[in-house]
């Protein structure tokens, strides 16, 4: 599993750990933390392994050979190392990149190796800011390959392009799961993705950010549902030979999902207009943010029989309970 301390690794190492399985976890710490709660809890898993590494160097090829030799193997490959907060990837560019590709290239030639699949993790990102919605696997986006958030949007789409020689050329078990707008218990309150966001300032007694109009929209998926959907795809018997998206189909504002926000964070109690405008503070919209984002998943419902469980205002509730209990934050009034 790299990127095992992240965000979405912890969630998917924790499942195999606890369903019996042996998980060897590499990650960096570029945009993850040895202190956090859910990195330490792995640590706590007698099946569990840890290698601290980049994976766009041969050490961490070394470092799983040398485990593999110890525990008969490997069975699966989940890549899941790079930043994937704005904020991040930006300070961050060339490293970014280089774990798109570079890392990706190192972790393909294992699965190649040890003659295993490897499930992807790419990006609902590589359809740009899209002129259709719903968006489909074979609709090929609209991306800016000369711009800030470039080094994450064309690297994710470069990965996808090596996942497919690799799988086409070389005869390995590449899958690939385009992943939308996730949320949920390890999230970093520091990532800047506007769930956490609105989240921790709301918490915080702060205004909560809003870039340009607050009219542009994203589907948010829980990640209990995205775990679900990933492990679908890695256990499939056969390569689906095409990406798969996974999320959740129901479309929310910025200003939708603002206002809910702080209607949960008020304690469940039906919010006044001129009480939530309040808590609003817009700035210009970032360069090349996309103003919609919605997947189509016919195909994950077709291939992996996946279809997302948890709504919104659930999801919402266990993560502001998430924050509220592991950072300590809590509302009160100003």
């Known amino acids: 599993m790299t990127g095992a301390a992240g965000f979405l690794g912890s969630h998917l190492a924790k499942h195999h ?3 019996g399985d042996r998980v060897l976890g590499l990650d960096d710490f570029s945009s993850s933390s040895m202190a956090s709660a859910h990195y330490k809890d792995l640590l706590s898993y007698e099946l569990f392994s840890f290698v601290q590494a980049n994976i766009t160097l041969a050490v961490s090829q070394d470092a799983a050979k040398h ?12 890549n899941f190392a790079c930043p994937a907060s704005p904020p991040r990837y930006q300070e961050q560019p060339l490293h970014t990149m280089m774990t798109c ?15 295993c699949a490897l499930v992807h993790a790419s990006t609902s990102e ?15 986006g609209c991306v800016n390959s000369y711009g800030p958030r470039s080094c994450y949007d064309e690297g994710k789409r470069a990965a996808e392009a090596l996942c497919f020689d690799f799988l086409n050329s070389e005869g390995v078990d590449a899958r690939l799961v385009r992943i939308f707008n996730t949320y949920g218990p390890n999230m ?13 300032q709301a918490l915080k007694g702060e205004r909560l950010t809003i870039y340009g109009d607050g009219k542009q929209s994203r589907s ?3 990640v209990d549902d995205l775990i679900r959907g990933i492990v679908a795809l890695g256990a499939l018997d056969e390569n689906p030979r095409g990406p798969i998206n996974l999320g959740n189909p129901n479309e929310f504002t910025m200003n939708e999902l603002a206002k809910e ?3 949960q964070i008020y304690g469940g109690r039906e919010v006044p207009h001129r009480e939530v405008v309040r808590w609003f503070e817009h700035k210009p919209l970032p360069v090349d943010d996309p103003t919609q984002r919605c997947p189509d998943i016919t195909r994950a419902k077709e291939l992996l029989g996946w279809e997302p469980k948890v709504m ?17 934050l809590s509302w009160s009034s100003k």
């Open 17 to 19: 750990l606890e369903a």
């Open 67 to 78: 485990w593999a030799s110890k525990f008969g193997g490997i069975d699966l490959i989940y």
């Open 101 to 115: 590709v570079k890392g990706t290239y190192n972790m393909l030639e294992l699965a190649g190796e040890f003659d």
């Open 126 to 140: 590589v359809y740009g800011d899209p002129d259709r919605s719903p968006q489909r696997e074979d609709y090929r």
């Open 188 to 200: 970093d309150p520091r990532d800047g993705r506007v769930v956490s966001n609105f989240i921790c």
């Open 220 to 222: 948010f998926c829980y």
């Open 261 to 263: 926000v702080v209607h």
């Open 312 to 328: 919104l205002g659930e999801g919402l509730e266990k993560t502001i309970a998430y924050f509220r209990t592991e950072h300590k």
